[in-house]
């Protein structure tokens, strides 16, 4: 590889069902996934493929996904787009809807891909109905495969959940894969040529060298966590970014691309109550999913 090669990291894109309200959808993502898009049309040279890191959906029915492929299809690019799930989809409503799959309809969505000589490696890193990230027996196996595979080609992995950058407090464990998983994942790929590993969740952009490895995490389209209060708890303000990967001879870099936002509050938490507010929310998650 002489050439850069760039490709795109959006994620949180948070798409909702128009006809159905949601009280935890803070902001209008249709709108915002169609000006990202229609940036990224602008770019020269145009991005070799795109990465969407989870949370493709607020809610995981399927007339989201169903308006999400509308938005693509509308924005008319031609460059592939590879998903990941995040906490917030369904895999019961992304198969059907985004690949036309009507077997297996619970099982993890990983799958890999080499473009422009980068091994793409993406994991399903969503627990139905939980907020923290883990993988399911099997997916560590796979991963495993996949390192071993097309050896001498950079790995970029994908997945919702970042891995935990500290493992000391449980109550915290749903910011991120959970810690066992992060260990595991930490033994899988040393040495394995992993040159970043490209996730969400946490709705704000953070590099991290994470045992070597570049770490990188997006605000998303939803809503900007306020870095500056997470002292007091989460509180979400108007913002989203994208971010532009590069991939050079001297290695990755990521340039974001933040959009006009007004930094104005949509929504906060403290975190006295929290850990009970959250077990609370997957619990009426799964109620909402089993109706
Ligand atoms: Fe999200």
Redesign the pocket.
């Known amino acids: 590889m002489s050439e850069p090669v760039t490709f795109i990291h959006l994620t949180?894109l948070?798409v909702g069902n128009p006809a159905v309200p949601d009280d935890h959808l803070y902001s209008d993502t249709t709108t915002t996934l169609r000006r990202i898009l229609a940036e990224i049309k602008t770019l020269v040279p145009q991005p070799k493929f795109i990465v969407a890191s989870?949370?493709l959906t607020n809610r995981g029915d399927a007339a989201s996904y169903e308006n999400l492929k509308a938005i693509l299809a509308e924005a008319g690019l031609d460059i592939p787009i590879l998903f990941a799930l995040?906490?917030?989809d369904r895999r019961d409503g992304f198969y059907p809807t985004m690949l036309g799959r009507s077997d297996n309809l619970n099982a993890p969505y990983d799958h890999a891909a080499v473009i422009a000589g980068i091994h793409v490696i993406t994991l399903d890193s969503s627990v139905p109905n939980k907020i923290g990230g883990a993988f399911e027996a099997g997916q560590l196996d796979w991963l495993k495969a996949e390192l071993d595979s097309h050896a001498e080609l950079p790995k970029l992995l994908v997945m919702h959940h970042a891995p935990a950058l500290d493992t000391h407090n449980p109550d915290m464990e749903w910011e991120s894969l959970s810690y066992a998983d992060t260990e595991s994942l930490r033994q899988a790929v040393a040495g394995k040529n992993v040159i970043g590993i490209l996730s969400?969740?946490i709705?704000y952009d953070r590099v991290s060298n994470w045992y070597g490895i570049p770490t990188v995490v997006g605000i998303?389209q939803?809503a900007a966590t306020d870095v500056t209060w997470l002292h007091e708890g989460l509180r979400m303000l108007d913002g989203a970014a994208f971010a532009i990967g590069t991939l050079r001879p001297s290695g990755l870099s990521i340039t974001f691309a933040p959009q006009a936002a007004t930094r104005q509050p949509l929504h906060s938490f403290t975190w006295v109550g929290m850990t009970e507010a959250l077990k609370k929310y997957e619990a009426d998650t799964a109620v909402a999913a089993a109706e």
């Open positions: 949180d948070h989870g949370d995040g906490n917030h969400g969740h709705h998303g939803h």
